[in-house]
């Protein structure tokens, strides 16, 4: 009796093992929204992964505008935009075409509760879209004197200026850096893109890693603290967005190379 019990007992712990695995391995849902001229919001299935959906050459979001989908186009209309995003996410991207990005595709991440949304009326005005890929609008502080044109967006954000580069005494000498300034530069990116990529090689770390990858991203500065005599102005012009890896790689290079170069080495050697 004993001994049915214990292999009683090992069956179902083996069957609940065998669920919370199955349960883990369960992809997370993407869902994906196609506005045609004629199919204002098409529902799409059978894409596994975000980055998929947005970068399949054949069934994503560059496969839909490149007409590479096996779709009736003319049932539905030339595609304007795509909506994409993940269950539980707090962001999602709203995509379309642009022949002046490099892949010919423009992507924007927008709150999901404005994807939920358009999801939850069916649809959203071309307009409505078009506007996430439209700069911000900066307010400035109301004033007394005679009201004056706002300046253009860029040249507020180029603007920022902050004193970089004093050595201070701690428990070994130091460069010292300015922690606002590198948060101004992935504000400013991310208001201006929507996104923050590696300027050398394109990586998102929202796209691979999900909600946790959201506003990540290392700020390389083009003007390496350590060559300064001391204490110099940044500008944001001066800062670059790149991932963990080419941010190593640039500062490994003797001597460094600048974020242009690291580009080229990597065009170079992915059409070789």
């Not at 909506?83 to 962001?91: N, S």
């Amino acid at each position: 009796m004993l001994k049915f019990r214990c292999f009683y007992y090992s069956l179902g712990f083996i069957y609940h093992l065998c669920i919370q695995g199955a349960a883990m391995r369960r992809p997370i849902k993407v869902t994906y929204r196609a506005v045609h001229q004629k199919s204002p919001w098409r529902k799409v299935r059978g894409h596994t992964s975000l980055k998929n959906a947005l970068y399949g050459q054949n069934d994503g979001a560059p496969g839909l505008f490149a007409y590479r989908v096996r779709i009736d186009y003319e049932v539905h209309g030339e595609p304007l935009y795509a909506v994409i995003w993940e269950d539980h996410a707090t962001f999602g991207f709203v995509v379309k075409k642009d022949s002046s990005s490099p892949d010919g595709i423009s992507r924007v991440q927008v709150p999901i509760e404005v994807l939920l949304e358009y999801d939850a009326r069916r649809g959203a005005a071309t307009s409505e879209l078009e506007a996430h890929f439209s700069p911000p609008v900066i307010e400035l502080a109301p004033s007394s004197a005679e009201p004056e044109k706002a300046p253009p967006e860029a040249e507020v954000w180029l603007s920022i200026q902050a004193e970089e580069g004093n050595i201070t005494l701690e428990e070994h000498l130091e460069r010292e850096r300015n922690a606002a300034l590198i948060e101004a530069k992935k504000a400013y990116v991310l208001r201006a893109t929507g996104r923050l990529t590696c300027e050398a090689c394109s990586f998102d770390f929202a796209v691979t890693y999900g909600e946790v990858g959201y506003g990540f991203c290392e700020i390389h500065h083009t003007k390496p603290l350590g060559i300064r005599n001391g204490s110099e102005t940044t500008s944001l012009q001066d800062l670059a967005v790149l991932c963990s890896n080419c941010h190593s790689i640039i500062h490994r290079a003797k001597p460094m190379w600048s974020v242009a170069a690291l580009a080229a080495h990597l065009t170079a050697t992915r059409t070789s």
